[in-house]
């Protein structure tokens, strides 16, 4: 079996659309990394706040007034 000579532009081509998928896909990982340690990280926080706070406290996660009224207005627009 014999294999057909290619020229090395096209595996110039070939390398290069390998290292793009890569790197996507590196940076995807490390995106999805990011987001799990980041949440972990508030809920760790919050876990603890609650207890320095005492039981029967709550926290919540609220957006200002002013900035809910402008995202919904910003949301109407579109």
Same mark, same amino acid.
């Given at each position: 079996? !014999?294999?057909?000579?290619?020229?090395?532009?096209?595996?110039? !081509?070939?390398?290069?659309?390998?290292?793009?998928? *890569?790197?996507?896909?590196?940076?995807?990982?490390? *995106?999805?990394?990011?987001?799990?340690?980041?949440?972990?990280?508030?809920?760790?926080?919050?876990?603890?706040?609650?207890?320095? *706070?005492?039981?029967?406290? !709550?926290?919540?996660? !609220?957006?200002?007034?002013? *900035?809910?009224? /402008?995202?919904?207005?910003?949301?109407?627009? /579109?």
């Amino acid at each position: 079996m !014999r294999f057909k000579a290619m020229s090395s532009g096209s595996w110039m !081509r070939i390398l290069a659309v390998a290292a793009l998928g *890569l790197t996507v896909a590196v940076l995807f990982v490390q *995106l999805f990394v990011a987001v799990v340690v980041g949440t972990l990280i508030v809920l760790l926080v919050r876990s603890a706040a609650q207890r320095a *706070l005492g039981p029967g406290t !709550r926290i919540q996660f !609220r957006i200002p007034p002013k *900035l809910s009224a /402008r995202f919904k207005a910003w949301m109407w627009r /579109r």
